[in-house]
């Protein structure tokens, strides 16, 4: 009897022996399908992270040629200090003009009340115009 339970219980060792070798194997093809799958993410990522960095690169080019061309706005662009020096500048040059035009009007008509052609009246009315 002891040789017949020896035979039972080492046929039951081999029956779990044989179902550990079979889980052992489905947990290895799992291995090896989760090792591809962790290879195809890195791949993945790698290639996300290479299109972000050209993404990244191209951007910070196109700031840079911004940059470039507010610099050169900038250095060509008129500040109000320079405005405000041109527009006194042209209202002292027309206020010059003006001036000029003011003696010459004011002379001609000395000159037509001098001569009789215009009368005081005229002189008068055309000085309060």
Do not use: C, P, W
Not at 28 to 45: A, G
């Amino acid at each position: 009897m002891l040789k017949k339970k020896s035979n039972v219980s080492n046929q039951k060792i081999l029956q779990a022996v044989q179902g550990l070798d079979k889980t052992v194997q489905v947990l290895d093809k799992k291995l090896q399908d989760l090792d591809v799958k962790v290879s195809q993410n890195t791949t993945n990522i790698d290639k996300l992270a290479s299109a972000i960095n050209d993404f990244a690169n191209h951007t910070e080019e196109r700031f840079d040629k911004i940059d470039q061309r507010f610099d050169k706005i900038e250095s060509t662009m008129v500040t109000k200090d320079y405005l405000d020096d041109k527009l006194s500048d042209l209202k002292i040059d027309m206020l010059g003009t003006v001036d000029k035009k003011d003696k010459k009007v004011n002379t001609l008509i000395k000159v037509l009340d001098n001569k009789k052609i215009i009368n005081k009246k005229e002189v008068k009315l055309i000085m309060t115009a």
